[in-house]
């Protein structure tokens, strides 16, 4: 029996905040979780922007930090209107909602095709770029069932596999995850398809910025946005040290399904999965053996207590913000804390005795100014010395 779409709530940016917001994630060393900080603190994108230059120096920042201007998001956003995109805030409703639900979530998406297909729950389906024929025909018998299921399917745009689920879901909608920007897709024989998908049913998503050559350790960014969007995900094929595992890691750790299909030991584009059976993922043999995994996840409401959005309006700033006074002595404290080795913020917190404001206050600062390395949500270690 076919499911129904989410519910879409949220609240649409304003045309000034949407700026802001792109501001400041296309700032120097902003990242979704060094943005999402940022805002939680200041309580705006705009007044986060104000303060950057001032958080970097306490930081210990060597040189003059970069704001993307005005200019340059007006002109990013210039260039997805004439590529027929927007940029999408997490907080709005035509952000996928399993998507927004993960720790570091994209703060803007750009987006071009049915944006429908981002409200519907989804199956994420990956595996070996020099896929047998076999499967490539399995792939797509579990895309086109569960799209007649009522599941969107997410993918990568990549050869082999990828490709085999984008085309069999192309009537039911797909998403296709990119590596680069929207207008660099990747690989450039799948041009036309994607130009099929974003015409149709399905959608285009990407994290990155137009113009954006995709280089190899933008891939992983593109599995983690498939495994992100996705209640869980189908691995068809997967060598050993194949990115399709690297999609399969970010979907366990985000707490979603993992079905691995089986295959000969004798083929070396099986060995992942065959690991991943090992490891506790779901057998599957059949569309339906994915289908049975993912009902009951597939709520109407699953993710409609989510609701991660900076306020509708922001306050109009007649001066610098406001920020939390913390002496050098604390500061030092914090960094004396903090080693090569990853720590919980939690940890850090008990260890110097400092309020969780204070301790937060300095990690964005020494963020910012390019000394901390952040691994998850919770986990922080200092940089490697340049």
């Given at each position: 029996?076919?499911?129904?779409?989410?519910?879409?709530?949220?609240?649409?940016?304003?045309?000034?905040?949407?700026?802001?917001?792109?501001?400041?994630?296309?700032?120097?060393?902003?990242?979704?979780?060094?943005?999402?900080?940022?805002?939680?603190?200041?309580?705006?994108?705009?007044?986060?922007?104000?303060?950057?230059?001032?958080?970097?120096?306490?930081?210990?920042?060597?040189?003059?930090?970069?704001?993307?201007?005005?200019?340059?998001?007006?002109?990013?956003?210039?260039?997805?209107?004439?590529?027929?995109?927007?940029?999408?805030?997490?907080?709005?409703?035509?952000?996928?909602?399993?998507?927004?639900?993960?720790?570091?979530?994209?703060?803007?998406?750009?987006?071009?095709?049915?944006?429908?297909?981002?409200?519907?729950?989804?199956l994420g389906i990956v595996g070996s770029r020099n896929a047998s024929a076999s499967g490539a025909k399995f792939a797509a018998m579990i895309a086109r069932?569960?799209?007649?299921?009522?599941?969107?399917?997410?993918?990568?745009?990549?050869?082999?596999?990828?490709?085999?689920?984008?085309?069999?879901?192309?009537?039911?909608?797909?998403?296709?995850?990119?590596?680069?920007?929207?207008?660099?897709?990747?690989?450039?024989?799948?041009?036309?398809?994607?130009?099929?998908?974003?015409?149709?049913?399905?959608?285009?998503?990407?994290?990155?910025?137009?113009?954006?050559?995709?280089?190899?350790?933008?891939?992983?960014?593109?599995?983690?946005?498939?495994?992100?969007?996705?209640?869980?995900?189908?691995?068809?094929?997967?060598?050993?040290?194949?990115?399709?595992?690297?999609?399969?890691?970010?979907?366990?750790?985000?707490?979603?399904?993992?079905?691995?299909?089986?295959?000969?030991?004798?083929?070396?584009?099986?060995?992942?999965?065959?690991?991943?059976?090992?490891?506790?993922?779901?057998?599957?043999?059949?569309?339906?053996?994915?289908?049975?995994?993912?009902?009951?996840?597939?709520?109407?409401?699953?993710?409609?207590?989510?609701?991660?959005?900076?306020?509708?309006?922001?306050?109009?700033?007649?001066?610098?913000?406001?920020?939390?006074?913390?002496?050098?002595?604390?500061?030092?404290?914090?960094?004396?804390?903090?080693?090569?080795?990853?720590?919980?913020?939690?940890?850090?917190?008990?260890?110097t005795g400092l309020a969780a404001s204070e301790v937060h206050l300095v990690l964005l600062e020494l963020d910012l100014a390019g000394q901390l390395c952040?691994?998850?949500?919770?986990?922080?270690?200092?940089?490697?010395?340049?």
């Amino acid at each position: 029996m076919p499911i129904g779409g989410a519910r879409r709530n949220g609240t649409a940016l304003t045309e000034r905040q949407r700026i802001a917001w792109l501001r400041l994630i296309r700032s120097d060393n902003v990242g979704p979780a060094t943005f999402r900080d940022l805002v939680n603190h200041f309580g705006s994108a705009e007044a986060a922007l104000e303060a950057l230059p001032d958080l970097s120096r306490r930081g210990g920042a060597d040189r003059q930090f970069r704001i993307a201007s005005v200019a340059d998001a007006e002109r990013e956003l210039e260039a997805a209107h004439r590529f027929g995109a927007v940029f999408v805030g997490i907080g709005e409703p035509d952000y996928p909602a399993a998507l927004k639900e993960i720790d570091g979530a994209p703060p803007l998406l750009a987006m071009k095709g049915n944006p429908q297909a981002a409200s519907r729950p989804s199956l994420g389906i990956v595996g070996s770029r020099n896929a047998s024929a076999s499967g490539a025909k399995f792939a797509a018998m579990i895309a086109r069932d569960a799209g007649a299921a009522g599941y969107v399917i997410t993918s990568g745009l990549a050869r082999g596999i990828d490709t085999a689920a984008h085309r069999a879901s192309l009537g039911t909608g797909t998403i296709a995850a990119l590596a680069g920007g929207l207008d660099r897709p990747y690989p450039p024989e799948n041009i036309g398809l994607l130009q099929e998908i974003t015409a149709g049913e399905g959608l285009a998503i990407s994290e990155m910025p137009f113009g954006w050559e995709p280089r190899a350790r933008d891939f992983p960014r593109r599995n983690r946005l498939v495994a992100g969007t996705s209640l869980g995900v189908a691995i068809v094929e997967a060598a050993s040290r194949s990115g399709s595992l690297i999609t399969a890691r970010y979907a366990a750790d985000f707490g979603r399904l993992v079905f691995a299909v089986p295959g000969s030991p004798l083929d070396p584009r099986c060995h992942g999965t065959n690991d991943l059976l090992k490891q506790g993922a779901i057998l599957t043999t059949s569309p339906a053996d994915v289908l049975e995994g993912l009902a009951p996840l597939s709520r109407d409401d699953l993710f409609s207590r989510l609701n991660a959005r900076e306020p509708a309006v922001e306050p109009v700033s007649s001066g610098p913000p406001a920020t939390a006074t913390l002496g050098e002595g604390g500061r030092a404290l914090v960094v004396e804390a903090l080693g090569p080795t990853p720590v919980e913020i939690d940890d850090v917190i008990r260890h110097t005795g400092l309020a969780a404001s204070e301790v937060h206050l300095v990690l964005l600062e020494l963020d910012l100014a390019g000394q901390l390395c952040r691994h998850g949500a919770n986990l922080v270690s200092l940089a490697p010395a340049q």
